[in-house]
C-alpha cells in the first residue's frame, strides 16, 4: 500500500517571493509521482509527473520537482510565485505496474500569495 | 466542451433521500473513477472502473452505489444520504496504466441536511 504525507497544509507567501511545497511518500513498491493544482471551484488539474529519467522535472508555468528516492520525497518549488497561483495543491502516487486503482493523494497544501 | 462533465454541479437535500451523481466524458477512457473531497483529507477513492463489466470498491465504498452503462458513463449513487457525505464529489477519468495521469472532471458540491 501507498501512503502520501504533506506536512503544510496552508502556506502564505507573498508575490514574487520563492515557495516549496513539501511531498514525502511511502511504498512497499516503485511508484510514479505526481502534483496536482486545483483552483477555485474546479477540479484537478496536471502540474507535473515523474515517470522516470531526470530526478527533476518541471511545469510549464515555472513550477518544479525533484525526486529524491532515499529521501522519499517529491517536493515542489517555484522561484517567484504571482498571485494566480494562489491554488491547492496536491501531490499524488501511483504504484508502477499496472495495480488496483492506481493513485493515491496527499491531503493537499493551500497556497496563498499574498501581495 | 469540458472533456469529464459531472452533474448537476451543486446539490441540496435531506437525510434520507436518495441522490445521483453523473459522469460522462468524451476522452475515449476505459477507466472512470469517484472520489470524495473533504478538507485536509485530500482526495478518497469511492469506486472505480476498468471497463464496462468491470466494478470495483475503493477506501470508503460503504453508502455507496455506483453503475457503469457505458464506457463514457459512471454514476454514484447515495441511496439514503447522510450528513456525513456532505463533500465535494469528483469522477475522473484515465487511458490506463499508473504512469497515466487521471483527469477530472469539475466537481459536485453535495450538502445533506
Known amino acids: 500500500a501507498q501512503s502520501v504525507t504533506q506536512l503544510d497544509s496552508q502556506v502564505p507567501v507573498f508575490e514574487e517571493a520563492p515557495v516549496e511545497l513539501r511531498c514525502n511518500y511511502s511504498?512497499?513498491?516503485?511508484?510514479?509521482l505526481f502534483w496536482y493544482v486545483q483552483y477555485p471551484n474546479q477540479g484537478l488539474q496536471l502540474l507535473l509527473k515523474?515517470?522516470?529519467?531526470?530526478?527533476l522535472v518541471e511545469s510549464i508555468n515555472g513550477f518544479e520537482a525533484e525526486f529524491n528516492k532515499s529521501q522519499t520525497s517529491f517536493h515542489l518549488r517555484k522561484p517567484s510565485v504571482h498571485i494566480s497561483d494562489t491554488a491547492e495543491y496536491f501531490c499524488?502516487?501511483?504504484?508502477?505496474?499496472?495495480?488496483?486503482?492506481?493513485?493515491?493523494f496527499g491531503p493537499g497544501t493551500r497556497l496563498s500569495v499574498l501581495p | 466542451d469540458a472533456d469529464v462533465t459531472q452533474t448537476p454541479r451543486n446539490r441540496i437535500t435531506k437525510t434520507g433521500k436518495r441522490i445521483m451523481l453523473e459522469c460522462s466524458q468524451t476522452?475515449?477512457?476505459?477507466?472512470m473513477y469517484w472520489y470524495r473531497q473533504d478538507p485536509g483529507l485530500g482526495l478518497r477513492l469511492i469506486y472505480y472502473?476498468?471497463?464496462?463489466?468491470?466494478?470495483n470498491k475503493g477506501e470508503i465504498s460503504d453508502g455507496y452505489s455506483v453503475s457503469r452503462q457505458a464506457q463514457a458513463k459512471f454514476s454514484l449513487s447515495l441511496e439514503s444520504a447522510i450528513p456525513n457525505q456532505t463533500a465535494l464529489y469528483f469522477c475522473?477519468?484515465?487511458?490506463?496504466?499508473?504512469?497515466?495521469?487521471?483527469?477530472f472532471g469539475d466537481g459536485t458540491r453535495l450538502s445533506i441536511l
Open positions: 475522473a477519468t484515465s487511458p490506463g496504466g499508473g504512469n497515466q495521469p487521471q483527469h
Open positions: 511504498s512497499s513498491v516503485s511508484v510514479y
Open positions: 515523474y515517470l522516470s529519467g531526470s530526478t
Open positions: 499524488a502516487v501511483s504504484p508502477r505496474g499496472n495495480y488496483g486503482q492506481n493513485f493515491v
Open positions: 476522452k475515449g477512457h476505459d477507466r
Open positions: 472502473s476498468f471497463d464496462v463489466k468491470d466494478i
